[in-house]
């Protein structure tokens, strides 16, 4: 892509906008109150705003290689802060996709350097999952299942989080695990079963609020 049409894209952009509503650069200025933060991955054809129909203002996002959230991680947790204790969102998401390159790295044993320490986060979901996994036959289903389950896992490392245990009490905020197929555009709910995955290690985790 021409960089130059960048910007070309970005005047026509504002032109639309501004057809549409006069003031909108106005009301986008005034600030934001997003209700759902969104952790995806940096997948160029995964768009968050895009594939939920969404607006500017809408949505707090963050993405990284295969949406992963390791408690070492001083970006996205400071992304869950943000997001769960200064905006108030009332929904976390955590959403997937098919066809993840950084799912079927993780699955390999090549050397790739500084990415290898980032893929042992989804190696150690596949660690805990090995049995599932391995009883899987066909290689694309087994690539889908892990991406399905490292959402799940990122999906519990957020509930682990201080921030995201007090707004549950709190606000009722709600964790949810998606998964985006490129394949189809149809993005998924994993319905997740929290509270059943969890109850082993509630006790462990939990974050006495003080109250």
């Given at each position: 892509m021409d960089i130059k049409q960048i910007f070309k894209n970005n005047e026509n952009w504002i032109a639309r906008q501004l057809e549409t509503d006069s003031n909108y650069f106005e009301h986008l200025s005034q600030g934001q109150s997003p209700s759902i933060l969104y952790i995806g991955c940096s997948d160029s054809r995964v768009t968050a705003e895009e594939l939920m129909g969404v607006q500017p203002g809408e949505v707090f996002v963050h993405r990284n290689i295969a949406n992963v959230v390791p408690n070492t991680d001083l970006s996205v947790m400071s992304v869950i802060n943000y997001a769960v204790s200064i905006l108030k969102v009332d929904h976390v998401v955590i959403c997937g996709h098919y066809g993840c390159g950084g799912i079927k790295a993780a699955m390999q044993q090549s050397d790739l350097g500084i990415l290898n320490p980032w893929l042992r986060n989804i190696r150690d979901v596949y660690r805990l999952h090995r049995k599932e996994l391995d009883a899987i036959e066909d290689d694309n289903r087994r690539y889908e299942r892990l991406a399905e389950l490292n959402v799940q896992e990122q999906c519990i490392n957020v509930i682990k989080t201080s921030e995201v245990q007090k707004a549950?009490?709190?606000?009722?905020?709600?964790?949810?695990?998606?998964?985006?197929?490129?394949?189809?555009?149809?993005?998924i709910d994993l319905n997740i079963d929290f509270e059943n995955i969890t109850k082993d290690i509630t006790e462990i985790y939990r974050i006495n609020s003080g109250k």
């Amino acid at each position: 892509m021409d960089i130059k049409q960048i910007f070309k894209n970005n005047e026509n952009w504002i032109a639309r906008q501004l057809e549409t509503d006069s003031n909108y650069f106005e009301h986008l200025s005034q600030g934001q109150s997003p209700s759902i933060l969104y952790i995806g991955c940096s997948d160029s054809r995964v768009t968050a705003e895009e594939l939920m129909g969404v607006q500017p203002g809408e949505v707090f996002v963050h993405r990284n290689i295969a949406n992963v959230v390791p408690n070492t991680d001083l970006s996205v947790m400071s992304v869950i802060n943000y997001a769960v204790s200064i905006l108030k969102v009332d929904h976390v998401v955590i959403c997937g996709h098919y066809g993840c390159g950084g799912i079927k790295a993780a699955m390999q044993q090549s050397d790739l350097g500084i990415l290898n320490p980032w893929l042992r986060n989804i190696r150690d979901v596949y660690r805990l999952h090995r049995k599932e996994l391995d009883a899987i036959e066909d290689d694309n289903r087994r690539y889908e299942r892990l991406a399905e389950l490292n959402v799940q896992e990122q999906c519990i490392n957020v509930i682990k989080t201080s921030e995201v245990q007090k707004a549950v009490i709190d606000r009722k905020l709600t964790v949810h695990g998606w998964i985006f197929d490129i394949g189809t555009g149809k993005l998924i709910d994993l319905n997740i079963d929290f509270e059943n995955i969890t109850k082993d290690i509630t006790e462990i985790y939990r974050i006495n609020s003080g109250k």
